[in-house]
């Protein structure tokens, strides 16, 4: 059974940076594309970031591309998502998620496993 867990959101003002953690256990961490989604109070989830289980193939949100850029560490079975400039409209509990697939996928109902989730709070 795959295990994610979050960490390394916060509360930041508008234009700062944080870096958000996911450790993942249980599997073969390179076998699985891995996912940032998020999701704000009265919205549905939204994709952010994907990358392929190569570690190559990258897909972001129209949203956040040029400000987050998402990462693994495969010797720590870590994907990272680093978020600069952020704006108030990223505000949102962001959540890691693991899919069995090679390739990155947008959609969250073809993600297997989900993390508990972590708050970002960015303020004007």
């Known amino acids: 059974q795959v295990q994610l867990v979050e960490s390394g959101g916060g509360f930041v003002q508008a234009g700062g940076s944080l870096r958000l953690s996911c450790a993942f256990s249980?599997?073969?961490?390179?076998?699985?594309?891995m996912g940032w989604f998020r999701q704000a109070p009265g919205k549905e989830r939204e994709f952010v970031a994907g990358i392929a289980w190569n570690g190559i193939g990258t897909r972001y949100a129209d949203s956040v591309k040029g400000r987050f850029t998402i990462s693994v560490d495969n010797a720590k079975n870590t994907v990272y998502l680093q978020m600069n400039a952020l704006k108030p409209e990223d505000t949102a509990v962001y959540y890691c998620?693991?899919?069995?697939?090679?390739?990155?996928?947008?959609?969250?109902?073809?993600?297997?496993?989900w993390g508990q989730g972590t708050q970002v709070t960015v303020s004007s």
């Open positions: 249980g599997r073969t961490f390179s076998r699985y594309a």
């Open positions: 998620a693991a899919d069995r697939s090679p390739i990155v996928v947008v959609d969250a109902k073809f993600y297997d496993y």
